[in-house]
């Protein structure tokens, strides 16, 4: 197909009816302007999905933890006060999982699906886009596996910077959580200006760690991403098995380092490189991979200085297509350089079921204020709303997909040693910067 047909600007075109489109069309609905939803299931699926309701979810049924001192149950509990849909629904659909949200998927999704059809200021249009309406007020919510032909359309919207990739990420960790009594900072042979947090090994631990990595388990890929993602990079766990000192010649070379603890260079060195502006957040330099991620807890813990690391967010390797969102959209996930094309979902660089809602939610809730000339919508970077928008749109030479945490929140004035009560003190401030605003 098939351009969308012109229509007036009071209306928005909405490309894409998963969480994020959903959410947004809910949103701009409530406030009077009406949606053009285009979701091109039933008429063709992607890989990954089979129902031909909204907001299907694909992989797990978990909006993960309830509890305030979890990242995402402070989001979710920051868009139940904004009166998200999607989560109401969650709610209201939820079975037993203990302190997680969980639902039951077809339920879900077909509760969404009436509450959006049932919208009189919704008109939910059933075909593939592939071309986007330059001049009209448009929200681009396709996901992760956004079409071909779509994605090139979208590649010259935003001035040719690739937008498909083949997501390889290593993880991150919160600086506080790591041993600095065992690591220490400087660059390779002394030159650069100390950018790197270093963990020496000696012999028995890298060979030990190296044992355990080259036997953990691998999560399973899809058959679409197997040969693409393999093709374009490599895995620390496929590295390590062409032999035992494969990792010291690659990421893991010692050359150019003393360790100031012993004044010897180490047998092998790990480096982790800061992660965002506040220093709050390092990634394991090198370590793209594709173990479950109860194995990456338990394999990379063994790594001296990691033994109590607080991973937040596990290494990825699988097709995710997103957007070089800090060179591309503003903080209310609008383009800088068109004003009436925004974006959602996990195209922009957010990660997870409630991270997109809450783009979706944040995108829609701003195209309405941008017709209307009203204030733009902004949460303050205190809550995890605000920070995951900071994220989005805060210059970032190496900008990866993130989820809700702890470590992009500013961090308290006041220390407090015990993690949980450091949350929920984060939680506080956060849901408190949300009353306020209401």
Partial sequence: MEKIESNENSFVNIIGGGLAGCEAAYQIAKNGIKVKLYEMKPVKFSPAHSNSNLAEIVCSNSFKSNLITNACGLLKQELRMLDSLLIKIADDTAVPAGQALAVDREEFSEKVTKEIKDNYNIEVINKEVTEIPENEFTIIATGPLTSDKLSKNISKLIGNEQLHFFDAAAPILEKKSIDMDIAFIGDRYGKGNDDYINLPMEKDEYENFWKELVNAEVAELHDFEKKEIFEGCMPIEVMAKRGIDTLRFGPLKPVGFINPHTGKRPYAIVQLRQDNVQGSLYN???????????????????????????????????????????????????????????????????????????????????????????????????????????????????????????????????????????????????????????
């Fill in 284 to 438: 394991i330099v090198g370590f793209q991979t594709n173990l479950k991620f109860n194995e990456q807890k338990r394999v990379f813990s063994m790594i001296p200085g990691l033994e109590k690391a607080e991973f937040q967010k596990f290494g990825v390797m699988h097709r995710n297509t997103f957007i070089n969102s800090p060179k591309i959209l503003n903080e209310i996930f609008q383009m800088k350089k068109n004003k009436k094309i925004f974006f959602a979902g996990q195209i922009t660089g957010v990660e997870g079921y409630v991270e997109s809602i809450a783009s979706g939610l944040l995108a829609g809730i701003n195209v309405v204020n941008y017709i209307k000339k009203e204030e733009k919508f902004i949460q303050p970077s205190e809550t995890m709303l605000g920070a995951l928008t900071k994220y989005i749109s805060t210059e970032n030479e190496n900008f990866q997909p993130m989820n809700a945490n702890f470590g992009i929140l500013p961090q308290l004035d006041l220390r407090i040693k015990d993690k949980k009560e450091r949350y929920k003190k984060l939680s506080e401030v956060a849901l408190e910067k949300i009353r306020l605003l209401k």
